[in-house]
């Protein structure tokens, strides 16, 4: 399969005054054509960062300190702003946490959609009304002719999110970051906003990368699935593969927060996310970890290749031959 | 077919939205009432030399400070000129420089304000110093000390005042800038691949022009008494030109005895500035919905 994107050694900090928080800390991963690539952790595990980084839209005082992020073989980080604008929109795209706030509030909703076809192809934007119908018809807005014309504030979140959506495919861009799209959403909405996602992966055939703290949805939905913790990767692997042997102590413990039984309390990871700016030694995990042995106060732990898994822990350290950081 | 449809429906969208904005306009009785007075002043200011009964220029000092009479309703000055011509004929000199002043001002301070919001960085310091100290220097007095270097003159006095009331319209476009630019709604924009020029002006642009248009009706007020000021101290339009603050300048040695010759053009001036700001407070309710929860009038 062809690699769309290959993310090696990615680093993000925010030089805040208070100190430097490393957001995203040394993050290697491809992402393959055709496939959902999920990418789950808590609040703060530099997900989001992650997700902006990708396209270059982080504004101060986030900041890229190194690493390459090479989308079909062009690193994004060596871009000129016009070279930069040709990928934005038209290759890759990006559906937003929150639909409320993605949208201009002064424009039409439908002039809005039109825009990402004025901006690669010129002409007046009203020229393009009639495609902006037929992707509203594709993301399955009620009433599509009608729907162009009204105003953001005028819909319904669930609406709004397929408007985002309707833009975000445009173009049939080859690669879609999706950064938590359901989670500003109602239950009942979210559920209807996944089954379009996965209806219109068949049809357009992008690479998406779906980021989420919902473990169990990218379970469901996900080729491939990516754990962070407080800025590092810690495992990689087959959605099916992470659901039915996880690797990680983390992962173990993540998983073991789904499982559901009768009269039996919800199991809960013990301790919260590390500060950024001062994380702990050796594995930021170790705190908090079931499995914790001395060596992980001292020893960052190596990311192993296992078997085609990429796991950070010394747990398997042993067994197994180090794998290269690729 | 479809396409006549769809734009049909855009004009009707906003013919609704319009009528929206000048519906709540309207109910601010104030507002509303002032903008008739607005549009009397600048039908004067147009047709001010057809309308008055008397040459403005012409004197006759045997009917020199007459009181208010049937033949010459607002009485005449020291040297026997009709007031009320004098104040027809005056008004596109007031209304006319205060128009341009601030057409001009708010031109320049906006664009400025939005290079300067938007782009951050080195640019904006120093948009922003230099903001700092003409914004430190009193209006009138960087008024005063532009015309007296430029020299008098109609021209002179638009550039004088817009070019002291313009970091006003900076540091306004800037803030409601910045507050915009951490908007969602721009990162999408940027996501579609959009330039910052364009950005900028069809994204940043409408949705801080509320209260832009707002402070510019504002401004209309007080450029009016800036230059009613500068005619008052007698570098404004140089006489015999009927220019409101310059009659008040000239008339106030007689304002004990002919209270008139003053009372008239300030009362002029003063109708002007107050309606104005009251069209600034009508259009900021309409235009600016969250402060109309806030402010809502009966």
Known sequence: MEKILEVQDLRVHYDLPQGTVKAVDGVSFEVYDGEIFGIAGESGSGKSTLALAIPRLLRPPAKIVSGKILFMGRDLLTLDDKDLRKIRGREISMIFQDPNTYLNPVYFTGYQVAEVYEAHRGGAFKKYLGEVVKLFKIVKIADPERRVFTYPHQMSGGMKQRVLISMAIAERPRLIIADEPTSALDVTIQAEIMDLLNEIKKEIRSSIIFITHDLSLLLEIADRIMIMYAGKVVEIGRADEIAKDPMHPYTKALLATLRYERKKRLYTIPGSLPSLIKPPSGCRFHPRCLFAKDVCREKEPQILNINGRWVSCILYGDEYEPGSQS | ?298
């Open chain 2, 1 to 298: 077919m479809e396409r006549m449809r769809i734009l049909r429906e855009i004009e009707e969208a906003k013919r609704k939205r319009r009528r929206e904005i000048w519906e709540t306009f309207k109910s601010n009785k104030a507002a509303y009432i002032s903008l008739y007075i607005v549009g009397f002043l600048i039908f004067i200011a147009l047709f001010g030399p057809v309308i008055a009964p008397y040459n403005p220029y012409d004197f006759d000092l045997s009917k020199a400070k007459m009181p208010p009479s049937l033949s010459h309703p607002f009485g005449t000055d020291e040297l026997g000129r009709d007031i009320l011509s004098r104040i027809f004929v005056g008004a596109r000199y007031t209304i006319g420089i205060s128009l341009a002043s601030v057409a001009i001002g708010a031109f320049i301070g906006v664009l400025l304000g939005l290079f300067s919001g938007y782009m951050r960085g080195l640019w904006d310091t120093i948009i922003q110093r230099i903001v700092d100290v003409m914004l430190a220097f009193p209006t009138i007095l960087l008024a005063i000390a532009l015309v007296a270097s430029l020299g008098q003159g109609v021209l002179s006095l638009i550039i004088a005042i817009a070019v002291s009331t313009f970091p006003v319209y900076v540091r306004l476009t800037r803030g409601v800038v910045l507050q915009i630019v951490g908007e969602d709604y721009i990162a999408a924009a940027k996501m579609l691949g959009r330039s910052s020029l364009y950005i900028m002006f069809r994204h940043v642009l409408p949705n801080s022009l509320s209260p832009i248009i707002v402070q510019s009706t504002y401004y209309m007020g007080s450029s009016i008494l800036i230059a009613s000021s500068l005619g008052f101290l007698g570098l404004g339009v140089p006489p015999p030109t009927p220019e409101w603050g310059s009659m008040i300048g000239s008339g106030r040695t007689y304002l004990f005895s002919s209270p008139h010759i003053v009372v008239f053009p300030g009362l002029f001036i003063m109708i002007a500035v107050l309606s104005f700001n009251l069209i600034g407070d009508g259009l900021r309710d309409a235009l600016d919905p969250k402060m109309r929860t806030y402010f809502r009038r009966g």
